[in-house]
């Protein structure tokens, strides 16, 4: 059984920067891919960026550029490092996994990945 554990979460003002973690334990091999998704009061919860095996990284076009997604070498954790935030980013962020690859026709569909964390909150202010 695989656990996420997010952390990182704050406030800050626009433009700002925050770097999400997010812990992984236990049989990592389901993991294939790990993606961070958010969820905003209201609104559906929305991929933001994800990253397989092979390293590959895909973004929400409203990220690119200003996010990035990462892993450690033993894959036991999972980074996105946010940049020049908007109050639109506010949301809560959720860290997720599935053993099947991600695909860029796929990867931003939530309902695929199985393993979820608990989230962490981000707040930014105008």
């Known amino acids: 059984q695989v656990q996420l554990v997010e952390s990182g979460g704050g406030s800050v003002q626009a433009g700002g920067s925050l770097r999400l973690s997010c812990a992984v334990s236990g049989n990592i091999r389901s993991t294939d891919c790990m993606a961070w998704f958010r969820q905003a009061p209201g609104r559906e919860r929305e991929a933001v960026a994800a990253?397989?095996?092979?390293?590959?990284?895909y973004y929400a076009d409203t990220v690119k550029g200003r996010f990035t997604i990462s892993q450690d070498n033993a894959k036991t954790t999972i980074y996105l490092q946010m940049n020049g935030l908007k109050p639109e980013d506010s949301a809560m962020y959720y860290c997720a996994a599935r053993r099947r690859a991600c695909l860029k026709e796929n990867y931003a569909d939530a309902g695929q990945y199985q393993i979820w964390g608990q989230g962490t909150q981000v707040t930014v202010s105008s």
């Open positions: 990253v397989d095996s092979y390293r590959d990284t």
